[in-house]
């Protein structure tokens, strides 16, 4: 391991999120609330121990992929603990722990949180908190590779290690030229949704709260009752459609800016995307009509947000759908571990990884009937490697053993099985609310300590898909041995 370049990198990372809690020291100062020196004085921290780490000399220039898989673990794990310091040094979340988990929770496009009034935060914070959604989404490490492509790195192992799902892939061939095309969509979108809200009338501050939120499918809103405090049906289309767009492979988007236009009609993951959303959007409405709302148009309203906002793990609401019926309750379940496509900023378990189980169980159903038979699974008009689908069939495995051990240990607080359930879920999934006393209207405050570093842990194993963070645990990945 070389952990002299490791080291630097991880000093370009906490120099780059002290330059981003910048626009946020920018809102403090704005409205003078109390917050301003506790920006001030996170941020010369950040400065002075990134500039030690990023001055460490490194005398071996050779990096391998496991340094590329500390670096993204070891990076997270750091912006997330000095990111809590706003919270905790204001005053404004008391308890290290809770504002710990609040900003693993944004970092990761969570959206869980244990503020129980979300609106009394001073403005800067609530930037904040809504910002580290955004730089969260397309990732920390990618934002790191866009600003500063020469950081020292092969940056194609950093990429790969922060990529979200089995297949990352790079757009052009030099990566900090992938991401930087990657940031440039990711703003472009950001910025067409800004307009769309404020041609609707939404507050400037409010837009960009819910616009960074949106984009990183996060979900931190600066209002108690998420979106639907505004009650207001274009705000909920422009935010719904926007959930859904994010929600998709940016490499989509790419290829469709390069002429190719029918690359996203062709794609068999954003047909599956496509369907499973407009399938469980269908049945909630009818599940709705009449047992909930009078009409189909209410109905069809409030569940194609709430399947946007599920699905793409955001985590907004427009209304407590906590009182729905069990049918539509269990469909944004099952949505919760699905969740958006691989290369989106959607969390979840992924529709790739989906689609590539449902075919895997297909050829072994024909195996079964024509043993002698040669099946393979095809992606895209190409044969799937044996390593990809037990790739996917080893992920499978181990988030239902890390879900299971969460359950277990948030268990000991003693709470609803529906709350635990669904707030493991929540969680490791990068969704935000759950059921029951984690539903849209509640919160994670009454959760031990204990309960929220597991549920921080379990957010960051979600966000890094696993194995990033499964290696730090591995004795072999820590002897000096370059692989």
């Given at each position: 391991m070389n952990t002299a370049m490791i080291s630097k990198n991880l000093g370009v990372l906490l120099l780059v999120e002290a330059a981003s809690m910048l626009p946020s020291l920018l809102v403090a100062i704005i409205y003078k609330q109390n917050d301003i020196s506790a920006f001030i004085i996170t941020i010369i921290v950040l400065t002075i121990i990134g500039f030690i780490m990023y001055r460490i000399p490194a005398r071996n220039k050779n990096f391998y992929t496991r340094d590329g898989f500390a670096i993204v673990s070891l990076g997270w794990i750091l912006v997330s603990l000095f990111g809590a310091l706003p919270f905790f040094i204001s005053g404004a979340i008391p308890s290290y722990i809770d504002a710990l988990f609040?900003?693993?929770?944004?970092?990761?496009?969570?959206?869980?949180?244990i503020l129980r009034d979300v609106e009394s935060l001073p403005k800067g914070l609530l930037f904040w908190r809504s910002f580290t959604n955004w730089i969260g989404g397309m990732g920390v490490l990618v934002m790191m590779l866009a600003v500063l492509p020469a950081a020292g790195a092969n940056t194609l192992h950093i990429m790969k290690a922060e990529s979200p799902g089995p297949n990352p892939g790079k757009l052009v061939p030099k990566i900090g030229q992938s991401a930087k095309i990657l940031y440039l969509m990711y703003i472009g979108l950001s910025l067409v949704q800004i307009v769309l809200l404020l041609i609707g009338g939404m507050p400037l501050f409010d837009t960009l709260i819910h616009t960074f939120s949106t984009a990183g499918t996060g979900g931190f809103s600066n209002m108690n009752n998420s979106v639907g405090a505004y009650n207001n049906l274009y705000f909920e289309i422009v935010i719904g459609v926007f959930m859904f767009l994010f929600g998709i492979n940016f490499a989509l988007y790419y290829q469709t800016l390069k002429g190719d236009i029918k690359s996203m009609i062709r794609d068999e993951e954003f047909r599956f995307y496509s369907f499973t959303a407009i399938s469980a959007i269908v049945l909630i409405t009818w599940n709705l009509w009449g047992s909930l709302f009078g009409t189909v148009w209410e109905s069809l309203r409030h569940s194609f947000f709430q399947v946007s906002s599920i699905m793409t793990t955001t985590g907004f609401s427009s209304t407590n759908f906590d009182v729905w019926p069990v049918l539509s309750k269990t469909i944004l379940i099952v949505l919760m571990f699905i969740g958006a496509s691989a290369g989106s900023t959607g969390g979840g378990i992924k529709c790739l990884r989906f689609l590539l189980l449902f075919k895997t169980i297909k050829r072994e159903v024909r195996r079964i009937i024509h043993p002698r038979a040669v099946y393979t699974v095809k992606y895209g008009g190409k044969t799937v490697s044996g390593d990809v689908?037990?790739?996917?069939?080893?992920?499978?495995f181990i988030s239902i053993i890390l879900f299971a051990i969460s359950l277990i240990l948030v268990s000991l607080d003693g709470f609803d099985m529906v709350s635990n359930f669904t707030a493991v879920a929540a969680t490791i999934n990068n969704i935000g609310p759950g059921l029951g006393m984690v539903g849209p209207t509640g919160n994670f405050a009454d959760y031990s300590g204990l309960s929220k570093i597991v549920?921080?842990?379990?957010?960051?194993?979600?966000?890094?898909?696993?194995?990033?963070?499964?290696?730090?645990?591995?004795?072999t990945f820590w002897k000096r041995v370059n692989i």
């Open positions: 609040e900003t693993v929770s944004g970092f990761t496009t969570t959206g869980s949180t689908l037990l790739g996917v069939m080893n992920y499978f549920f921080s842990a379990t957010m960051l194993f979600g966000r890094l898909e696993i194995y990033p963070m499964l290696i730090l645990f591995a004795p």
